[in-house]
């Protein structure tokens, strides 16, 4: 059982910063789990956001690439996510995600992962 709780979020104006975080719990190391952040906005589909892996190879969603940062803290089994230079379509739910082994290929579907966290609203305004 893997548990996953987000925080971090809120609101800014374009152009502004957040940093959000998710702490892992019931499990030792996620060294084995690929871990990644993915948002939700109203009406549209889950997307992912980005992903890092057991041994922090990272991947981004092209839209976000150069703005947002994700990292890692293994010894408090917590990833971020920095994001900078934050427009309004930024504005979503983010969840953060994990799924176990080595990240899946089609990392951005929501269906290559088993665990989820309860969410954290970012909300940018112009």
């Known amino acids: 059982q893997v548990q996953l709780v987000e925080s971090g979020g809120g609101s800014v104006q374009a152009g502004g910063s957040l940093r959000l975080s998710c702490a892992a719990s019931?499990?030792?190391?996620?060294?084995?789990?690929?871990m990644a952040w993915f948002r939700q906005a109203p009406g549209k589909e889950r997307e992912g956001v980005a992903r890092?892996?057991?041994?922090?190879?990272?991947a981004y969603r092209d839209s976000v690439k150069g703005r947002f940062t994700i990292s890692q803290d293994n010894a408090k089994n917590t990833i971020h996510l920095l994001m900078n230079n934050l427009k309004p379509e930024d504005t979503a739910m983010y969840y953060c995600a994990a799924e176990a082994g080595a990240c899946p290929f089609a990392w951005g579907r929501p269906r290559s992962f088993h665990y989820w966290g309860q969410g954290t609203q970012v909300t940018v305004s112009s």
């Open positions: 019931y499990y030792t190391t996620h060294r084995n789990y690929c």
């Open positions: 890092v892996t057991g041994d922090g190879l990272i």
